[in-house]
């Protein structure tokens, strides 16, 4: 176990796409990174996000956590402490979607409904709430913090909160729900930490590749590419980017949900 003098960030949803690219991110960046994953179906991912921080010289942890379990978080993040005694960001990546058009409204029923809140918005309330007093104790300049930048929060939601599109009604919904929620945490964690939201439009790697055939992905890329005014999806290290500069060069930016949406909103307006 380690009392760490070097900054530590929380990623949950680290095994893969935008959660795996922040991990590195951050590793890179000199940081000690808590690497979230879900269960054993995601484990050997996490494993090797694992490996790729350590190769970069970071201190790097896999935890399990289910974000939907109050009490699977609270346990991870006495983990983390436990090991590092401080946490300087948590990035909430962790997140879920099923597929099912807007116009089919029977297609969804209350259970949908609350799956999806039960990963996409419940769960990352209950993984900052878990990780909040130890976030404030580092801000404050606990941990071997100086205390000179307040901790961050980042949450990742999505374009489809701001617009209402996306895989689903309930995934809109969810992430519409993010957004709000990074609103009040902006206001009651602070002044010791900073809570912000980026809403990424499409992104290549992203949850929708893992919820739809080969074919039907290719085809939403083709056509996200089309739409979009810069004519290009993102990729997840640009969401990485965004999250690292949100964590560690923006001591003036709070409550604020940043599109990168290669121009998608500016087009629909």
Known sequence: MSNSSKPVCIVTGAATGIGAATALRFARGGWSVAIGNFNDSTRGAALSVEADCRAHGADALVFDVD??????????????????????ALVNCAGTTRVIPHHDLDAIDAAEFERIYRVNTIGLFQMTRAAAPLLRETGRGGGDGDGSISTSVV?????????????????AASKGAVNTITLSLARSLAPHVRVNAIAPGMVDDGLLLRALEADAYAGVIDRMTTNAPLKRVAQPA????????????????????????NGLLVAAS
Not at 68 to 84: F, K, L, N, P, S
Not at 155 to 171: E, H, Q, R, V
Not at 244 to 260: E, M
């Open 155 to 171: 949450n990742i939601s999505s374009l489809a909160g701001l617009n209402g599109t996306g895989s689903s009604i309930a995934y």
């Open 67 to 88: 974000v939907g379990d109050d009490e699977a978080c609270r346990q991870a993040v006495a983990a983390i402490t436990a090991r590092w005694h401080r946490a300087d």
């Open 238 to 261: 640009e969401i990485a980017e965004l999250a690292w500069f949100l964590a560690t060069q923006a001591p003036a930016i709070t409550g604020q949900v940043i599109a990168a949406d």
